[in-house]
């Protein structure tokens, strides 16, 4: 378990509809990031939030948003979906290594697996 | 734009030998350079972290090289074993920018 949690593990629905992705990073760490995983494209950044701001902005589609809540828990909101928007949406959270400026270090949820149908 | 190129898309090696792993990037000039794996369906996990001003990390029978003038780094794993079977993905960076990952290369130890 790394901590960091999604939910739901899998969700199949029609295009056209839209689903929620749910994600609570580990305990202490302010920032989430969302990726997408599809088979062709490898993981692609989304979206970043630090403690509840929008920090950084990636290949987002429109029809998709996020927001972090005050209790740092993050939601990612798919719309009018598509086929291709069938993949793997993994969550993470980051903690900085090292002094000073140090990098960020991402830790991973087990990722939620939506199918559009 | 930033570009990420890991050698292949897959590599098979045989157990107990040495693999090793490519990263070239482009268009930037990082000061960290990250190795992760992932199983599949599953996923990443952080191995190993390397900055700019070093030119070699390791941990346990794992290796990676940062080579700035090159735009390359090398993930090195000895004495492979079935177990270490998995994608593995580079990301140059992770300094205030979201980290941005190779498609990975597959690697498979042969028994």
């Known amino acids: 378990d790394s901590g960091v949690t999604q939910t739901p593990k899998h969700l199949i629905t029609a295009t056209g509809q839209r689903v929620t992705l749910r994600c609570s990073p580990r305990s202490g760490d302010l920032s989430v990031y969302w990726y997408q995983q599809s088979l062709d494209q490898g993981l692609q950044f989304l979206i970043q939030y630090y403690n509840g701001e929008e920090r950084a902005k990636g290949n987002i589609l429109e029809r998709f948003s996020a927001q972090q809540f005050p209790d740092l828990h993050s939601e990612l909101n798919l719309s009018s979906l598509e086929l291709g928007d069938s993949a793997l949406y993994f969550c993470?959270?980051?903690?900085?290594?090292?002094?000073?400026?140090?990098?960020?270090?991402?830790?991973f949820g087990a990722g939620s697996r939506l199918t559009v149908l | 734009s930033q570009k990420i190129e890991q050698n292949s898309e897959a590599l098979n090696i045989q157990e107990g030998k040495t693999a090793t792993l490519t990263c070239n990037y482009t268009n930037y000039s990082p000061a960290y350079l990250q190795w992760y794996r992932q199983d599949p369906g599953r996923g990443p996990v952080f191995l190993l972290l390397?900055?700019?001003?070093?030119k070699e990390k390791r941990k346990e029978r794992l290796k990676v090289t940062f080579d700035t003038t090159l735009k390359q780094s090398l993930f090195h794993i000895t004495a492979s074993q079935p177990a270490d079977s998995a994608t593995y993905l580079c990301?140059?960076?992770?300094?205030?920018?979201?980290?941005?990952f190779g498609k990975g290369t597959r690697l498979s130890v042969i028994a």
């Open positions: 390397i900055r700019e001003n070093e």
């Open positions: 990301a140059p960076g992770g300094g205030n920018t979201p980290l941005v």
């Open positions: 993470a959270s980051s903690v900085r290594v090292g002094v000073g400026s140090g990098a960020n270090v991402l830790t």
